[in-house]
Every structure is written in C-alpha cells, then in structure tokens.
C-alpha cells in the first residue's frame, strides 16, 4: 500500500516540476510581449 502511494507521490512531483517549467517558460514569453508593447508607445 505504501509503495504505491510513494509511487504516486513522485509522479504527481514528477509532474508538478514539468508544470512549473511551464509556466516559467509562459512567464518569460509574457514578459517578453510586454517589454516589446512598451517600447511601441
């Protein structure tokens, strides 16, 4: 029983650290986009 849910734990980490790269990849796009409006005005 155990074994599984450690299991389950390292896939659901696993995951969480493929999101967070994500997002910080979707963060830096945005910034990105920002930086280039703000020089347009």
Do not use: F, G, T, W
């Not at 896939?11 to 910034?31: F, T």
């Not at 930086?35 to 005005?41: A, E, N, S």
């Amino acid at each position: 029983m155990s074994i599984k849910k450690e299991e389950l734990l390292e896939k659901i980490l696993r995951e969480l650290q493929d999101i967070k790269v994500m997002v910080q990849a979707n963060s830096d796009d945005i910034n990105y986009l920002v930086k280039k409006q703000d020089k347009q005005d």
